[in-house]
Each structure stands twice: as C-alpha cells, then as structure tokens.
C-alpha cells in the first residue's frame, strides 16, 4: 500500500526533513506513526498524499511511483487516499453534510447519487442527526468525524491521518479512534500520526517511530507490540 | 455548471469593486478599438468611392504617330495592375471641357487640348504607390509630354486611415494589456479568499482544470460583458456621429460579434494566467 525506500525529503529553506527512511504499510493494515515534534510525521505523510515529492529514494503508494506521477495524475491518486487532519479542515460556510457532498461534487460524482452517499456517510460516522449543521455548531470530535466522512467518500484504500485527535478531549479522541478502528475492520489501511502515547499503549496496532528524519523504531522489524515503544517515548 | 455559477456569482458579490473595474478596462479596451476601427471603416469606404475616379491622365506630344500611340496602348494595358486604356482625341477632350465649364464654351479651341490617353488602374491597385509606379513607367515612353494621378487627397487619406489603424491598435492593445492585468489581479483576490476551498478541492482530488474551470468561467464572463458594453458605446458614439455630424457605417454583426468574444478572450487570458500561478504555487 504505502512503500518508502531509502526517502530523502530536504526542504528549500529548513534542510534535510527525512533522511533515509525505509517503511512499509501493507493492504488493510493499521499503524502509528509517532516520534517528537519536529521529527518528519507530517512531511512522511505529505510525501503519502503527493503534497510533497522525495528528494531522493522511492515513495510507492498504491502501486504508483510517486517522484515521476505527472500533475495530472496526482486527483486519481489523492481519490484513493482518505486524508484527515489534526484542524479539520471543513468549510465553515457549509453545513456537514455540504462539506461532505463537496468532496463528491469536485471529483465529479454523478449528482443524483450523491445525498443519499451523504446520508450514509453521516450514518457510518455516527452523526446522523446533525447533517444540517455548521461546523461552528459542532463539537470538535464531531467536526473531526465530518471530515473523516468527508475522507471517506470515494471508498479510499487508505486513509492518511495527521494528528486526528490532536485537539479532541480524552471522550472525543476514544470515539474517533474507534471510528478509525472500525474504518481499518472494514478493509481500509490507516496510517495515523499522533503523540498520543497513551492510545498508542493501549493498543496493539504496529507502530513506526521517526526521529530527527530517521526511522528509529519499527515494531513490524523486531519483537513486535505496542508495548516496547522505545526510548524517545516517556512510560 | 450549477456549482460553477454559484460560484461566479459568489465572486462577485464578495469583491463588487474590483469585478466591475475589470469589466469597464475591458469595455475601455474595446471600445478604443471600436472608435478606430469606425474611422479606418469609415475611412476606407471613402477611399474605395475616391478610387474609383482615380485614373491616370498621359498627355501625348503633338504629332505623335498614331502608330506608336496604339503600340503603347497595347503594352499600356498588359500591365497587370491596369484596367483599361482610352484615348482621347482633342476634340472629345474640348467636348468634355465644354460640357464641364459651359461658362468658358468659347474660350476653348481644339488646338489647346493635347490627345491624351485614359488609364484605369484595377481595383486592389489603386493605392499612391502603384499609382506612382504605373504613372513613372508611362513617363517612359519619349512621346508622353506630362503624366497625372490622383490628387494629394488621396494620399492624405491613406495616410488618415494607416494611422488611426496604428494608433487604435496600439490604443487598445495598451488597454487590453491593462484590463488582463486588472481582471488577473480580481481573479487573485478571489482565488485567496478561497484559497481553503482550493486546497481542500485539491486535496480530495479534484483535477486542476476542475479546479480552474470556475474562475475561467469568471474571468470570460467578465469579458464579455465589457465587450458588450464596448459594443454599446461604440454604437453609440456611431449613433452620435451618423446624426449630427456625417453619415458613417458601422461594424457588420460578425465583427461586432468577434468584438465581444475578443472581451471574453481577455478576461479568460486574465484569470488563466493568475489562476495557474496560484495552481503551480500549491
Ligand atoms: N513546508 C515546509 N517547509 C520547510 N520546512 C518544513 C516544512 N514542513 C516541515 N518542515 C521542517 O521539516 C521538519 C519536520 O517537520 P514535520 O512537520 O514533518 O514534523 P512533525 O513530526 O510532523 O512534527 P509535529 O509533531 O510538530 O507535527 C521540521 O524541522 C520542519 O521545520
Ligand atoms: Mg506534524
């Protein structure tokens, strides 16, 4: 599904962001992506969505090379990927159910199907009831399940997680992970940055750690679990 | 299309200002090159009535030989740029001046007139410098006494109608420079006020030109309503003009119609060029 070899990322200004790192994430898997702040989660998830390009070494997702994809190819890509963010990113002049339909609209879903997708979207993320309204009025775990149904629109493969519950309260981030968890049951692989180290514990989903640019811990590599998450990682 | 006119309308309400200037420097533009393209319309219409008279007058020496005369008639009318050739005897030339100044009926005399030889130049040829070229090669001939054409006014209204072509051009061509930059700049600003929609839009995989196609709509539409409206102010000073000064034509409907689209083709240059700059950044 997600394959980096031997990923340099340097940016213009800030310098060398990943320097060498080597992954895998297969079909349907489900796996953390942690490490301190600073360290490269985001730019290995940038460099997922196509936001970024390697500056060296091989990005493979869904089977394609990502350094030589041309622009015009990328929309295909990105419809089969699922992004979530720690900010939502909804618009705030539209009520849940338009930023979901939005999604449809602008990839071109043939209109006629695409309230009653909504409608079940907002079912699957459990927000059956608040279709109409704006993201000011919702909470954050709402919002945040508004744009993972958003993610959800054209069946992804993956989903692609930068912080979910980065701003969501200990009730609101157990409730969204649970949706993840059954999102990855149902067949989608997640890759899911976070620094929450409890929900990381207290589950045993593979975990791949950066640090400074570096992969310094795979728990797919060695004695597997959670549990062992290394030294960088406070008990 | 729906979503793409909501859209339109959207931009307009948010920056009314701007989305208006843009549609008055593309009127400005076209209406500059209306007004010019009016005279140099105009202009060549005269042009063509004028031409029409304009003949080249070869006045022949006395005593030259009817021989050589038909000779020279013959090569005279070979010219490709040449019509027609007449001769005039001097007593058709006396009957004409008589019948032209009837108050000098006596003062004429066979003997003042010279024979002399009519030419008529074909229609496309009829310009000062063919006119000249065809007039320096009848003045070759060792029995041709004096050569005219077509009068300084000629020239002088070729040079009216080379001009106002020029400066319209560059007029308007200034104006467009202006009004692309103008609607560039209004489709910018719209372009940021949703730059979040744009990169979500992106982000969920909308292709670019899906992405593009709302602002282009934009920019084209614009266009075309500057065009119109330079369709209307052109008409209207023609109106003005035709009325109180001199009868004048206007535009056929397919130039007036290229006109417009020529505005929309503006205003799409304009949103093309900052909407992809704004793509290629992100
Ligand atoms: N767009 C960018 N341009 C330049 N440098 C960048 C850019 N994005 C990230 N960086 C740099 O790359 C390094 C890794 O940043 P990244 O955002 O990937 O870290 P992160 O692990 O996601 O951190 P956090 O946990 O705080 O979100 C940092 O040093 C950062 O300054
Ligand atoms: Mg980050």
Redesign the interface.
Known sequence: MIRFSHVVKEYPRTGLALNDVTFRVNKGEFAFLTGPSGAGKSTILRLV?VEERPTAGEVRVSGSLTSGLP??EI?????RIG?VFQDF?L?EDRTAEENIA??L????APREGIPARVSRLLTQVGLASKGTSYPKELSGGEQQRVAIA??L??DPVLLVADEPTGNLDDRATRGVFQLLRDINAAGTAVLMATHNLELVKRNTYRVIEVNRGQLVFDSADGNGGAATVTSSTPA | MRLTFREVMLGVRRSPLLSTLSVVTIAFSLFAFGLFGLLVLNVDRALRGVEEHVEIVAFLADGTLPESISAAMGDISAFPEVARVDQVSPEQALARARAELPEFQDVFDASFLPPSLEVRLKEGHRDPATVKDVTQRIQTYPFVDDVRYGEDWVKKLYDIRNIAGAAGIALGLLFAAVAVIIIGTTIRMTVLARSREISIMRLVGATDGFVRRPFLIDGFLKGLIGGLLALLLTWGANYLISHNLIQTVFFDPGIAFLGVLGGGIIGLLGSALSVGRHLRRA
Not at chain 1, 75 to 79: A, E, S
Not at chain 1, 105 to 108: A, C, L
């Open positions: 969505i622009r015009g929309p295909r890509l990105r419809r992004v990113r618009l939005f999604a609209e602008v990839t071109g958003r993610a629109v054209n």
